[in-house]
């Protein structure tokens, strides 16, 4: 007996292994979506106040970008980066080196100096919201995909880009960013890693530390004592905390200029009443970082495991010119959104995702078309609204009612008849009669 060609084929796939997604990504979903747009919403509101425009760069960009702007011996370039060499579509093309992007701020400032934003000498405002990648070891909050909220201010030294007060103001935009979210017990920790010479000169004082003790260290860190000091700083090694408890301290090395401009940053802080912690290793291992820097976290118990940082970011006074543009003094953060849905999430946010205000469900499929003019009356009205189906009986039509929204409308042929709804509110387990008229008004109670 000769089988089924359609049957073959459904035996085939059968045996077949499904794809996943790769390793250190996902999928985000609804109903977690919801809150994902809830907190992009926020965000963007809160930055338009500020008065903040939107940037879109590429997701990937050529490999010096990085090389030259984060620093070759950072982590995230030497180990942690996706690249591949993009081969010319012909013999007589040359190849490039191109990587997905594992930061956002060298981006921004490349596309600054390329379209020549420096030559309105205003002061920029710029924010993104989008996926960055870097190859670690995936774990709670951190994914190979990640997405990041952040924001560059940056401008001619003319424009006031290098001035204590635009550092204060991006740290209060922050902190009410955190509180309109309703992020609970946040803490910023605050320092200075002062000029590039400063920070020179301190680099060097801490080779120098490391030199007799380096050997005593996990292996990371030996690397680190001779390729970028300062990375040492940020070592989590529960047997080494000893050692970097007893180096040298940036504050120490800090020009006068330095010094006056971290006073006027926690003066300005002190005005608006934004509370901050003075953390001297906070140095931020970026090689572009200058003057002030900063990080927020939350307390134990928040989502995010052994390390609670929520975001940072800090000053790049140099970075323009390491990617050879004008001179162009900037301030920056970038916040992990992942690690902030998981925080909001945890401390169980009041702006948890919200049900749709209606469910409409038709009993018959005669009232399908009735049902469908009915939802869109309503979301012409502003009113999120799911439209069941006639062919589902009445318990089914009740189990998803109740599941995605806060009240089920049932359309059936009586309630056409007669313009008289019957609405049920699973908040009270009541039932009503309304209007249809005045429908729309009573679901935005």
Known sequence: MEMKSDHLDSLHWRGMATIKAVRGTRDLLPPDTNLWNHVEATARSVFARYGFGEIRTPIFEATELFARGVGEE????????????DRGRAESDRGQSLTLRPENTAGVVRSYIEHGMAETGMLEKLFYIGPQFRRERPQRGRYRQFWQIGAEV?????????????????????????????????????NSVGSAEDRQRYSAALRDALAPVKDKMCPDNQRRAETNPLRVLDSKDPNDQEIIDGLPKIADFLSEDSRTHFEQVKAALDACGVAYAIEP??????????????????PDGSGLGTQNALLGGGRYDGLSEMLGGPKTPGIGFAIGEDRLILTLRAQAAEQA???LDAFIAPMG?????????????????????EVGD?????????????????????????????????????SKGEQEKIAREELAAALKN
């Open 365 to 385: 499929v005669a009232q399908n078309p009735g049902a469908l003019k009915l939802a869109q009356e309503l979301r012409h009205a502003g009113l999120s609204v």
């Open 154 to 190: 940056l401008g001619p030294p003319w424009s006031g880009s290098d001035s204590a007060l635009r550092d204060a103001e991006v740290l209060e935009m922050l902190a009410t960013l955190l509180n309109e979210l309703g992020v609970k017990g946040w803490r910023l920790a605050l």
């Open 390 to 426: 006639g062919s589902f009986r009445l318990r089914k039509s009740f189990d998803a009612a109740d599941k995605l929204a806060r009240k089920m409308i049932i359309f059936g042929e009586d309630e056409v008849t007669s313009g008289i709804l019957t609405v049920k509110d699973f």
């Open 353 to 355: 995702a919200k049900k």
């Open 74 to 85: 950072t982590d995230i370039v030497s180990k942690e980066m996706y690249t591949w060499e």
């Open 281 to 298: 290793r906070l140095v931020r291992g970026l090689d572009y970082y200058t003057r002030t820097t900063f990080e927020f976290t939350v």
